[in-house]
């Protein structure tokens, strides 16, 4: 029992250390056909905004998360019982909702990783903009 919680503070730690490396908030790019605009994602709050034809837009993002359960049969103490192991997976992918001052609406998914981020945001009345982060990179060779 002491090692199982021994475990489980190290990890703790370990996602905690993460999380303090990415506190920076995340800059991207929003482009359509015309135009580009900025946005920023704060990954330590969970929170996404951008600025798009003048209105300002803020909201919230999801990362998916899943579980995975296993079964194995313990043969220490014998047969039954089983072991369960469950492990919690975060997806690289999110949905983002943002909302304008002026009640105007923006729905967007990505994928993300490290730096990097790639994918889609479109408002109810059909206007779509591709969301890119970090081809900085690119531009710089």
């Known amino acids: 029992m002491a090692q199982r919680s021994m475990r489980y503070a ?8 993460l999380v303090g490396c990415a506190t920076m908030p995340q800059q991207f790019t929003l482009y359509n056909k015309e135009d580009r605009w900025q946005g920023h994602l704060d990954a330590l709050h969970e929170t ?9 837009y803020k909201g919230f993002y999801i990362v998916s ?3 995975a359960v296993t079964t194995t049969p313990d043969y220490l103490f014998g047969f039954p019982p089983f072991m369960n192991n469950m492990v919690d997976i975060s997806m690289n992918s999110a949905r983002a909702t943002l909302v304008a001052s002026d ?3 923006l729905n967007c998914t990505f994928l993300f990783e490290g730096q990097r981020m790639l994918g889609s945001c ?3 009345t059909g206007d779509k903009y591709q969301l890119v982060a970090g081809e ?6």
């Open 65 to 67: 998360r899943g579980t």
């Open 48 to 56: 996404i905004s951008a600025d798009i034809n003048g209105l300002h």
């Open 136 to 141: 900085e990179r690119l531009e710089k060779k």
């Open 122 to 124: 479109e408002s109810p």
């Open 10 to 17: 190290l990890t703790l730690a370990g996602c905690l250390g």
């Open 103 to 105: 009640g105007s609406r």
